[in-house]
């Protein structure tokens, strides 16, 4: 077992930043790609990036790409979410998930393992 703890959810103002932090512990060689999703109210959840832990390769949804970044620190098991020019539209809980292959995959239902979530509020 896997489990992933996320914090450094919060308020924030439109155009402003937050980091997001999921630290894993347990079986943590079974998380070789990790990701984030979010779900805001109503919606489905989606895809926000991803990351291979061994290569660094990356991979992220479109709404995101150039405002967001996702790297990792394997020596403490964590991957951050950097977000940067925040929109109203980016409010949801978001999720931290891992998956025992390596491709850092799109499809939340290729992750095995799923953190609490934590809420991102961004004010217009």
């Known amino acids: 077992q896997v489990q992933l703890v996320e914090s450094g959810g919060g308020l924030v103002q439109a155009g402003g930043s937050l980091r997001l932090s999921c630290a894993a512990s347990?079986?943590?060689?079974?998380?070789?790609?990790m990701g984030w999703f979010r779900q805001a109210p109503g919606k489905e959840r989606e895809f926000v990036a991803a990351?291979?832990?061994?290569?660094?390769?990356?991979n992220y949804a479109d709404p995101v790409k150039g405002r967001f970044t996702i790297s990792r620190d394997n020596a403490k098991n964590t991957v951050y979410l950097r977000m940067n020019s925040l929109k109203p539209d980016d409010t949801a809980v978001y999720y931290c998930a891992a998956r025992s292959l390596s491709p850092p995959v799109q499809s939340a239902a290729l992750y095995d393992y799923w953190g609490q979530g934590t809420q991102v509020t961004v004010s217009s």
């Open positions: 990351i291979n832990r061994s290569s660094g390769g990356t």
């Open positions: 347990g079986r943590t060689f079974s998380s070789n790609a």
